[in-house]
């Protein structure tokens, strides 16, 4: 018979990825210092287009203001990481998502206060079933848009290009200033270390009727106690549009 605890771990992990969506994913310092790829004072001189910083944040708020699918890509250090894909409904608190790393595939569905999840070696083919309530950081699966508009929060340097393409430089330190909240202001703290003093993190942005619909950045990330190169690469899609979730059928559930 599976135990779950108050605070099972697997569900932890998967709530990690999902709160960085990618711009937060892993990075913590544990002591370690910021590797050469680090961008520190090496960064040009800002020079802001306020207006296109202005119309940036308008667009990440209007792609989270419902529902929306996502795909991120993961790297460290060149190699492939993780890749993660979401359907997600805030509102009506709805959720489908699928991480693959390496041969290993999770699933989760999220209904309400339900969080249900397979692919873990220890339930075969079955799904585990989860009082998200129960979760630490359960709730903040939902704010990921928030964490991605904190760190836009940092712009300190912005160009645009054509065809809605936004190009600059994100300080990790003023968006952590920033923060709307402590959990907010934790994670970017992470960077904040992971990156060293002085950091600029690299970004490009897309645009498209309004909607924050790409976005990549590149910064130093700790992975198994080492600090390494990290990038991430989200696009957005299908805003507006319903995401439908079922609960699995209960003859596929672990009996707790």
């Not at 990618?22 to 090496?42: H, K």
């Not at 790297?75 to 390496?102: C, E, F, I, R, W």
């Not at 206060?113 to 585990?128: A, E, I, N, R, V």
């Not at 990790?172 to 202001?185: L, T, V």
């Amino acid at each position: 018979m599976l135990v779950v605890k108050p605070r099972p771990a697997f569900a932890l992990s998967l709530a990690a990825p999902l709160l960085a969506a990618l711009l937060l994913t892993g990075c913590t310092s544990g002591g370690a210092e910021p590797s050469p790829s680090s961008t520190a004072a090496a960064a040009p001189t800002p020079s802001l287009d306020t207006e296109a910083a202005a119309a940036l944040v308008a667009a990440g708020l209007k792609s989270s203001s419902g529902s929306y699918k996502l795909h991120a890509a993961i790297t460290y250090a060149g190699a492939q990481g993780v890749q993660l894909d979401v359907q997600s409904d805030p509102a009506a608190k709805k959720m489908l998502m699928t991480v693959v790393n390496g041969t290993s595939k999770i699933e989760a569905r999220v209904l309400g206060s339900d969080f249900y999840l397979t692919g873990l070696p220890q339930l075969g083919k079955k799904w585990m079933k989860v009082d998200g309530s129960q979760v630490e950081g359960f709730s903040d699966m939902f704010g990921m848009s928030e964490q991605n508009l904190a760190m836009l929060g940092g712009i300190i340097e912005l160009t645009v290009g054509p065809n809605g393409v936004f190009q600059g430089w994100i300080d990790p330190q003023k968006a952590m200033d920033k923060a709307s909240s402590p959990q907010i202001k934790d994670a970017l703290a992470k960077v904040v270390k992971a990156s060293g003093a002085g950091a600029r993190i690299p970004f490009t942005s897309k645009i498209a009727d309004g909607y924050l619909v790409g976005l990549t950045t590149e910064y130093p990330a700790e992975v198994n106690n080492a600090v390494t190169h990290m990038k991430a690469e989200m696009t957005l899609s299908d805003f507006g549009k319903p995401v439908t979730v079922t609960a699995p059928p209960a003859k596929d559930l672990v009996q707790q």
